[in-house]
C-alpha cells in the first residue's frame, strides 16, 4: 500500500509558475506508475500528466502539454508537477496517483493523496 500526501498549492497570478508535490510513504514507490488528475468545482476528474517507474517516458493532456512537466526522484518517494504559464482554467484541486500502468483513466491508478488546491486569478 501507498499513502501519498500533495503539496505546494495556492493562489497565483495568470501567467505565473507553481510546483507541486506528492510524497509517497509505504512500500514499493519505485514500481508504480505515478500520475497528476484534477478536478474543478461541477466538473469530472481530468486527467493531467503521468510518468512511469524510471521516468523515461511521461504523458500529457492536451490542455497542458507544453507548460507542464512532471517528474519524479525515488530516492525522494516525490513525484513533482512543475506548472508555468498557469491559466485561470487551469484552477482545480489537483490529486496525486499511483498505479501499475499508464493512464488517462482514473480507474487505472490504485492510490489517490486528498489533493491540494490551485487557484489561478486572472
Known amino acids: 500500500q501507498v499513502q501519498l500526501v500533495e503539496s505546494g498549492g495556492g493562489l497565483v497570478q495568470a501567467g505565473n509558475s507553481l510546483r507541486l508535490s506528492c510524497a509517497a510513504s509505504g512500500r514499493t514507490f519505485n514500481g508504480y506508475i505515478m500520475g497528476w488528475f484534477r478536478q474543478a468545482p461541477g466538473k469530472e476528474r481530468e486527467f493531467v500528466a503521468a510518468i512511469t517507474r524510471s521516468g523515461a517516458i511521461t504523458m500529457y493532456s492536451d490542455s497542458v502539454k507544453g507548460r507542464f512537466t512532471i517528474s519524479r526522484d525515488n530516492t525522494k518517494n516525490t513525484v513533482y508537477l512543475q506548472m508555468n504559464s498557469l491559466k485561470p482554467e487551469d484552477t482545480a484541486v489537483y490529486f496525486c496517483?499511483?498505479?501499475?500502468?499508464?493512464?488517462?483513466?482514473?480507474?487505472?491508478?490504485?492510490?489517490w493523496g486528498q489533493g491540494t488546491q490551485v487557484t489561478v486569478s486572472s
Open positions: 496517483c499511483s498505479g501499475s500502468s499508464t493512464s488517462i483513466l482514473a480507474r487505472a491508478y490504485d492510490y
